[in-house]
């Protein structure tokens, strides 16, 4: 059975997903959702490929690091299959671990532009319609306490911030006031009504 | 947004610029200002990649970045309220690489179809 190949392009980097539609799913024959195989290609460095499991560990991999150079001064992601480590802020290194024993890890190093290219094969990846694919639970992804924040700070300050303002103004205003009484006059006055 | 004038005035939401004018920006405002950078980024992808790669390479004669430097100078000094402690920092050369460098990595990854969530999402978490 003849198998497809879709191919996702960004500047310097191409990532090939090859695979089968789900005929049970009654799926067109241009969709791919059993994927077998895997293909990175960066333009200057070796290609990187492998099975399904792999893939999405990857994506998550790239996702997690690039959230974590935004955020942190030495951004760091480790696991079984990847490690991503920066050199400095331009150069990060990337260490892809076999499962088999006897062969080394192998070593690339891409600068920012690269990073960025791979991360938005990935995302084109996530948004192809002709590829059903577990979504990395890193894309797009925004924490519920994350959303709402600016939201509530709106509401919050639309409820409260009238009437606070309103009992501010009261108290100037009438603090004004005090300027104006004289304890001393009233108390005379008082005192001239009572002889009458 | 129903015209250019309404993008100009929200700029003016900026603490940093010199004509800061304190409104209260609304959410819908918020995600449409966050929608235009995304689009303007996945517009500018090319030049924004070759700044990046300008200083990747320690030994490349990056003309580019220092014309962009120069031109980000120009128009903090010409927009900004200098005399903030957070634009001064924008100005100083030694400081400003890592500033710099971290919004355009944003922005170039940002460039997906549903790169504004991203964008929402790295601005929340900054």
Known sequence: MLQNSLSFHQSSVSLEIIGLPDYSNNENKGQISIISDWKLNIIGKPLIEGKIDHLGQIMDAFYIYSSLIITNEKPLYESKLIDIKADNLYIHNIVLKSSKPEVRPLIIKIGNSLLSDIINCFDQLNESSKVRIKKSRFFNSMPKKVIFPLNNKVKFFNFFLPPFISICSLVLFSSTLIYFFNPIENKEKKELINKK | ?126
Not at chain 2, 29 to 40: D, R, W
Not at chain 2, 76 to 95: C, D, G, P
């Open chain 2, 1 to 126: 947004m129903p015209n250019k004038i309404t993008i100009w005035k929200l700029r003016n939401n900026n603490p940093l610029r010199k004509s800061y004018i304190k409104n209260n920006i609304q959410l819908e405002e918020f995600e449409a200002l966050i929608k235009i950078t995304a689009e303007m980024s996945k517009y500018l992808y090319p030049y924004i990649k070759e700044l990046l790669q300008s200083k990747e390479d320690p030994k490349n004669n990056s003309v580019i970045w220092d014309d962009f430097q120069k031109r980000f100078r120009e128009l903090i000094n010409e927009r900004f309220n200098v005399n903030s402690m957070r634009v001064k920092k924008l100005l100083n050369q030694t400081e400003n690489d890592e500033i710099i460098i971290k919004s355009l990595l944003t922005l170039s990854l940002c460039i997906s179809n549903g790169g504004y969530k991203k964008l929402k999402n790295f601005l929340f978490n900054c």
